[in-house]
Structure formats: C-alpha cells, structure tokens
C-alpha cells in the first residue's frame, strides 16, 4: 500500500493512494456539479495530493490515472 502525504497551510493529508484518489475524484466532482470555483488553499491542497500521486506512480504527467 502507497501512503500519500500532502500539505497546504492548515490542510493535511496522510493516509492511502486509494484514498487519496478517491478524495480528489470526489472534491473535484463536487466542485464541478455546484459550478462554484474552490478556493485557491482548497485548490492548492488538490493540487499538491494530485503531485504526491504523480510521485508514487499513479496519475501521470497529465494528472490522468497512469496506466498499470
């Protein structure tokens, strides 16, 4: 199992990749169906799981689940 870690001002994430993955898809979703924007430390914290994922291997260049 990957544990990703990611961190942004008073936003923390440390726990699976699955898990990880699964809190991105879903804030992205969420976001994308309220047609609100995140706020930028909401939108900096995604960002900066989604760079720990590209690092353990699981999303690619194009922030895309990478292949297996």
Known sequence: MKIIYAKEKALTFHGDAESALYLVDSLRRAYDESGT??????????????????????LNEFFERASA
Do not use: H, P, R, W
Request: glycine residues 4%; proline residues 0%.
């Open 37 to 58: 924007e995140m706020t930028k430390s909401l939108s900096d914290f995604v960002f900066n799981i989604e760079c720990a994922l590209q690092d353990a291997g699981l």
